[in-house]
């Protein structure tokens, strides 16, 4: 079953659109397939996808030419709301080891940038404001203060000797940097640098999907709801022991509203949202994963 999508979004946004679709192409008996625009011709319909698939993971069936005869599609709901945060991540974890898994090359470098950036005593932050702050429906993110506070309070009862940032915000990595001067910070600015060194350029999704590995190798991650910190927890190894979710809500879910409170009116907004936000800690067992 070929799963394609008609309006691709972010990188990790399609990653779970993908791995969904694995899911219920399994259940309804069917071999899952990731169409990339070389197929093109062969299908002879368009691919949608904007990066290939085989780029970084490895595909369910290897040669597709045996299965043209009989092939359907499918476009998968995303996070269905039959399943809970634990029994999805747990199912798409299981389907991600059985039916995919890491390019060997990627595996490679991410090993090798793994053991520069983070450690088992790291505290893994991810911090994403941008279009989150003004997208309808979508959970308003923390304001740069409000986080830089929640890290304090992180880093003054646990003993952490490092911090990693998973940021495109230059001004919060900096902050960040400023304000802990005692802990050795690392960012997601350190790591497109060495992917560039060591990879190349070629790959232009490498660098978030470098972020997610990271944010999974450190020992807690504190992060706003989004689909990087949903993938560090399934690319996790046993040192990742618990995350702490911040809830600010959601954002309006009439376009003009919300786009005057994500710009506007931000640090008002911000500052009433941040008055009655809350923090969700989960450990790696309510998870579901080992």
């Known amino acids: 079953m070929m799963i394609n999508r008609s309006q691709p979004a972010g990188f990790f946004s399609d990653f779970i659109w993908i791995l969904t679709g694995m899911s219920e192409a399994l259940e309804a008996g069917f071999r899952p397939y ?3 625009k070389a197929d093109e011709t062969v299908l002879g319909r368009v691919v949608n996808w904007d990066w290939s698939w085989n780029d970084y ?3 369910p069936i290897q040669d597709l030419e045996p299965f043209l005869g009989t092939i359907s599609y499918l476009n998968p709901s995303v996070h269905p709301v039959s399943q809970s945060k634990k029994t999805q991540l747990s199912n798409l974890l299981d389907v991600f080891n059985s039916q995919s898994g890491f390019q060997p090359h990627i595996v490679a470098v991410l090993q090798q940038i793994s053991m520069q950036m983070v450690s088992r005593r790291t505290l893994g932050v991810h911090f994403r404001a941008g279009d989150m702050r003004w997208a309808p429906l ?3 993110p923390p304001s740069k203060t409000f986080m830089l506070n929640l890290i304090a309070g992180e880093l003054s009862h646990e003993g952490f000797d490092s911090i ?3 940021s495109t915000n230059r001004e919060f990595i900096r ?3 400023t304000r802990f001067p005692s802990y050795e910070v690392r960012s997601s600015l350190d790591t497109a640098s060495e992917l560039s060194r060591v990879a190349g350029n070629n790959l232009t999704k490498l660098p978030v999907l470098a972020d997610a590995f990271l944010l999974g190798q450190c020992e807690r991650l504190l992060h706003s709801a989004s689909n990087v910190a949903f993938a560090s927890k399934l690319f996790s190894t046993s040192a990742l022991g618990s ?3 911040i809830d ?3 954002n309006h879910s009439w376009l003009p509203y919300s786009v005057a409170c994500g710009t ?3 640090p008002v907004f911000s500052l009433f949202r941040g008055q009655k936000a809350k923090q969700v800690n989960t450990t790696r067992e309510s998870w579901g994963i080992l």
Do not use: I
Request: glycine content about 8%; charged content about 10%.
């Open 175 to 177: 902050k960040t940097t």
């Open 164 to 166: 990693y940032v998973a």
């Open 34 to 36: 990731v169409p990339t």
């Open 248 to 250: 600010m809500g959601l």
């Open 243 to 245: 995350s702490g979710e």
């Open 138 to 140: 979508h959970p308003t």
């Open 264 to 266: 506007v009116f931000w």
């Open 57 to 59: 993971f490895l595909q």
